[in-house]
């Protein structure tokens, strides 16, 4: 009866033992296999574009952006006072800007824009908001550079990169 025993003991013992190991290597195939993804988003102000070495460059100020309830909670930590007296956000978003390090990122040649104000024809009447109307990398250029009647480097952008090139820009209209 207890060579019947050892004879089963054996063989679930060596199985155990390859099943560690497996496992053990199968846990670390995984990890890499799961990998985080290298888009990212976030908001900034655009300080300017540069074109260096035949690349188009944009240097922008990273900041913080909240809406509805996180805009209210935020604003109510940060400014208690006027959270007491307003109830909450003024128009519903917050923005905290703590940094002024400036960050140039390169734009991919495909990268897509989306505005929701700027000067159209050079006529203030003209100037109205068309959300998330699509224009050209050089169309927003000459935009940050013509300031007359509305300077859009005043407003947020919600970036996204991909392996850290920016492939969209999107504006961020404030009432």
């Excluded at 900034?44 to 540069?50: E, G, K, Q, R, T």
């Excluded at 690349?55 to 913080?64: P, Q, S, V």
């Excluded at 100037?127 to 927003?140: A, H, P, R, T």
């Amino acid at each position: 009866m207890l060579k019947k025993k050892s004879a089963y003991v054996w063989p679930v013992v060596v199985l155990l033992v390859f099943s560690l190991i497996l496992t053990a290597s199968t846990v670390g195939t995984r990890a890499d296999a799961q990998s985080v993804s290298n888009t990212r988003h976030f908001t900034a102000y655009i300080h300017n574009f540069d074109s260096a070495n035949g690349t188009l460059n944009l240097t922008a100020d990273e900041m913080e952006w909240y809406e509805g309830g996180a805009a209210d909670q935020v604003f109510a930590e940060r400014e208690p006072e006027a959270a007491a007296e307003l109830g909450g956000t003024p128009d519903g978003y917050y923005i905290v800007n703590d940094s002024d390090v400036l960050t140039t990122y390169p734009v991919a040649d495909n990268a897509t824009v989306y505005m929701q104000i700027y000067d159209h024809t050079g006529q203030p009447e003209d100037i109205d908001i068309e959300w998330n109307e699509s224009i050209s990398l050089e169309k927003l250029m000459a935009q940050f550079s013509n300031t007359n009647l509305l300077d859009i480097s005043e407003f947020p952008y919600h970036i996204t990169t991909q392996d850290g090139v920016i492939t969209s820009i999107v504006q961020q209209y404030l009432p």
